[in-house]
């Protein structure tokens, strides 16, 4: 059975940076798609990026394109999300998911889309 483990989450200023990494195992992740999202408090938990583990497709929410970036490292079997000018906005607990199925860019971006998920992450940009 796959187990989904985030870390790199922390504190941070507005305008900082801050790694996100996924470390996936318990099977061959060759097929899948690897997802990003977060929940701030009180709030649904949204979609932030996506992308297939082959790296050839990568999905951002619009709110984070151009400030995020969803990768893969092959060696560590993990899935990253580098992100870079936070703002408040952005604070959450960040979570990785992962689906079997090849769904359209739309259902991707659905929580229902995704078969397992981790533990969370939690980021906290201060102004």
């Known amino acids: 059975q796959e187990q989904l483990v985030e870390s790199g989450g922390g504190l941070v200023q507005a305008g900082g940076s801050l790694r996100l990494s996924c470390a996936a195992s318990g099977r061959t992740f060759s097929s899948d798609t690897m997802g990003w999202f977060r929940q701030a408090p009180g709030k649904e938990r949204e979609f932030v990026a996506a992308?297939?583990?082959?790296?050839?497709?990568?999905y951002y929410a619009d709110s984070v394109k151009g400030r995020f970036t969803i990768s893969r490292d092959n060696a560590k079997n993990t899935v990253n999300l580098q992100m870079n000018s936070l703002q408040p906005a952005d604070t959450a607990v960040y979570y990785c998911?992962?689906?079997?199925?090849?769904?359209?860019?739309?259902?991707?971006?659905?929580?229902?889309?995704?078969?397992?998920w981790g533990q969370g992450t939690q980021v906290t940009v201060s102004s």
């Open positions: 998911a992962v689906t079997r199925r090849g769904y359209t860019e739309n259902r991707l971006r659905l929580r229902i889309s995704y078969d397992a």
């Open positions: 992308m297939h583990w082959s790296g050839s497709v990568t």
